[in-house]
């Protein structure tokens, strides 16, 4: 599992596809439901299953971001 945590949502996205992980969900880490719409203007903040965790490519992996300047 890479390590994204810190990184823009959309290279976030794109490293995990880089790796053969395609199930992403995404989240609003203040909790407020909103949706991302720019990927670029957010930043990942957790990520699930943690960094070096081994998963499969049909683990689904959670995405929660914060959007830039919050």
Same mark, same amino acid.
């Given at each position: 599992?890479?390590? %994204?945590?810190? @990184? ?8 995990? !596809? ?6 992403? =969900? $995404? $989240? =609003? ?7 991302? /719409? /720019?990927?670029?203007?957010?930043? %990942?903040? $957790? !990520? ?6 081994? %998963?499969?490519?049909?683990?689904? /992996?959670?995405?929660?971001?914060? @959007?830039?300047?919050?």
């Amino acid at each position: 599992m890479p390590a %994204v945590q810190g @990184k823009d949502h959309q290279l976030a996205q794109d490293t995990m !596809q880089a790796a053969g992980l395609y199930l992403l =969900d $995404e $989240e =609003d880490a203040t909790g407020q439901g909103r949706m991302l /719409i /720019i990927d670029r203007n957010w930043t %990942v903040v $957790e !990520q699930r299953p943690a960094a070096g965790a081994c %998963v499969d490519a049909d683990t689904t /992996i959670l995405l929660r971001s914060r @959007k830039d300047g919050e």
